[in-house]
């Protein structure tokens, strides 16, 4: 209960730096007043503009309360954008680094995923962050765990793997998220080692959720790794995105008994389970079950849901397509649409990228509406014949 009452003297504090900025600004001191305004940023930047609106709406009728709790005097975009343009006026790069972070982070809640993207892209953080200080670098792991959630929510679900890699493979995530401390056997860390550490640990209402990084990345790596194992089956090279995708299919492997689902790994190889049998249905119910993605705003309102539909639909049909090319000479292109609910564009569209990739050998008869094969592909053949 301490702990929230001391929340609430940041209301306080803000009040004040806009009081102090706007008598810096009037004496010509940029510099003091930049300095001012990257505390008062990093007050603000992990705020939604939903938590303003919800704060609104409680204390609705209530003037005296709604007058100790401080409110953005304009769109919480638009401000950030100014504090950060005055730190990188007035302020050592270290400093540059440090708002361009918070901004990225910011955008990224608030689920700009390009804007968020094309400022990290562009300030080329990711060249230097290996130099930088420790705190800069703990806060350019959190700005990416933020924008791979934000690419996540998106539909974008490559790059969302793509970009949480970095930190959700990293033993020490903790550490690395200043979120706790990673015991190991042989550790050497002194005593002021880990106080330096513990001063470094973020606020627990600053934290990220672990649970929801690891439930988001083993997910995306599903969906690479799945259709990648059915396409390179017989291949001897292993082509491996994931280690840790891979490490926990072999684990649930080896089980001799499998129970219920009960968290969110569970669920997640239950998921692959089905989609390697190209069953999207029963792949996409048992991921909508996990919690962490069921208490996102944008599953509840369906979009992340339909986003999730529509790789798991892509993703079934060419398991399918690659599995059953043996099988079939030929498919119908009304029993495709039905068995994974696309209609003949999309359905069109997915076959032909198959093809223009190499993955099936097959061509499309609008005619007949069917696809037929060209012939087994030669390197399947191979692989085949290896296997054999």
């Not at 291949?235 to 009960?262: M, P």
């Not at 969110?264 to 962490?292: G, P, T, V």
């Not at 996102?296 to 999730?308: I, P, Q, R, T």
Request: aromatic share 8%.
């Amino acid at each position: 209960m301490e702990y929230l009452y001391r929340l609430k003297d940041e209301c306080l504090l803000l009040k004040q730096c806009d009081n102090i900025m706007a008598y810096l600004k009037q004496h010509n001191d940029m510099e003091k007043s930049s300095r001012v305004g990257l505390i008062k940023l990093e007050h603000i930047y992990y705020k939604q503009d939903s938590l303003y609106e919800r704060t609104k709406a409680q204390l609705k009728g209530k003037p005296a309360k709604l007058a100790e709790v401080y409110f953005l005097t304009k769109a919480s975009k638009e401000e950030v954008n100014d504090l950060v343009m005055n730190v990188l006026g007035h302020l050592s790069p270290k400093m540059k680094i440090k708002a361009i972070l918070l901004q990225v982070y910011h955008h990224a809640i608030h689920n700009r995923y390009q804007d968020a993207r094309h400022l990290l892209m562009k300030s080329q953080i990711q060249n230097v962050i290996a130099k930088q200080q420790i705190l800069n670098q703990i806060y350019y792991n959190r700005a990416i765990v933020q924008l791979g959630f934000c690419a996540f929510r998106q539909g974008h679900f490559d790059d969302a793997n793509t970009i949480l890699a970095e930190v959700a493979q990293n033993t020490k995530i903790r550490e690395s998220l200043a979120q706790g401390v990673t015991y190991t056997r042989n550790q050497d860390k002194s005593v002021e080692d880990e106080m330096e550490e513990k001063k470094r640990f973020v606020p627990p209402h600053l934290q990220i959720n672990l649970e929801q990084l690891e439930s988001t990345y083993l997910t995306t790596s599903m969906m690479i790794e799945v259709p990648s194992i059915s396409e390179n089956r017989y291949d001897i090279q292993n082509n491996t995105v994931s280690r840790s995708y891979r490490k926990l299919c072999e684990i649930y492997e080896n089980k001799g008994i499998h129970f219920a689902a009960q968290n969110s790994r569970d669920f997640i190889m239950k998921a692959s389970q089905h989609l390697h049998r190209s069953e999207w249905e029963e792949a996409l119910n048992s991921i909508c079950q996990i919690k962490q993605f069921s208490k996102l705003a944008e599953f509840k309102d369906g979009s992340l849901k339909e986003h999730l539909a529509n790789k798991l639909k892509e993703i079934g049909l060419k398991i399918y397509l690659i599995d059953s090319q043996f099988q079939y000479n030929s498919y119908s292109l009304e029993n495709l649409q039905s068995q994974f609910d696309m209609n003949q564009v999309t359905l069109v569209k997915n076959v032909s990228k198959l093809i223009a990739h190499g993955t099936i050998s097959a061509s499309i008869d609008f005619k007949n509406k069917s696809i037929t094969r060209q012939g087994n592909n030669t390197s399947e053949q191979k692989r085949e014949i290896e296997h054999l």
